[in-house]
């Protein structure tokens, strides 16, 4: 999540979401660091809420999702492959294409680091590997042999959707159908479930 904090001369904290999909807090100059902390973490879900709202998976013409941040997209002629700076910079030529294999090779990155980080959090390590598809709207899947595969097209979303579709993976390996024990694990990880899945249905 992208947090920006702004020291102004105010009395209380504000917290906005941007339709960028950051966070800005406005804290008075004396308040101290920790004091922040706690409040952002008791605005957890509401934040998480806002963002999902903000969030539309629907393309909006010359603009990209990326992460759940919105970017400018802006095309260049002698361009060969896509880059992500302050804006999406594809190129002129077969742009959707580009695009496509920019969210595939930052997806060859993020996903089986973050499927490791989430591993480790829920003590599930039972993976024998992960691979990477282009599944449309199979976002995430787990074969009985222990592999978790991830889809690229997950890009786009938040990464706390992105978290719901590794850790409902995760908790296959302990539960291989849809049962109520199988939810109450996903609940124990990402209490946020329920939002978040109706965030990748859209
Ligand atoms: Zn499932």
């Avoid at 629907?58 to 302050?86: D, M, P, S």
């Avoid at 496509?100 to 003590?123: D, I, M, N």
Wanted: hydrophobic share 40%; charged share 25%.
């Amino acid at each position: 999540m992208n947090i920006e904090i702004h020291r102004v001369k105010r009395k209380t904290l504000s917290l906005q979401v941007t339709a960028e999909g950051g966070v800005l807090i406005k804290a008075p100059t004396w308040l101290p660091q920790h004091e922040i902390d706690s409040f952002l973490h008791r605005k957890q879900r509401w934040i998480t809420q806002r963002l999902a709202a903000a969030y539309k998976t629907k393309q909006e013409a010359n603009t990209a999702f990326f992460l759940g941040c919105k970017y400018q997209v802006e095309l260049r002629r002698h361009l060969k492959k896509g880059l992500i700076r302050e804006k999406v910079i594809l190129p002129e030529l077969n742009s959707t294409k580009a695009l496509e294999k920019l969210y595939q090779a930052e997806a060859k990155h993020y996903l089986p680091v973050r499927l490791k980080e989430l591993s480790e959090f829920t003590g599930i390590t039972d993976i024998t590997r992960v691979v990477i598809t282009g599944a449309k709207t199979r976002f995430g899947s787990r074969s009985s042999k222990g592999t978790i595969a991830l889809s690229w097209r997950l890009m786009p979303f938040s990464p706390e959707v992105i978290d719901y579709v590794i850790i409902h993976e995760l908790c296959h390996v302990r539960h291989m159908n849809h049962s109520a024990s199988f939810w109450a694990e996903v609940t124990k990880y990402c209490p946020e479930y329920k939002l978040l899945r109706k965030i990748l249905k859209e």
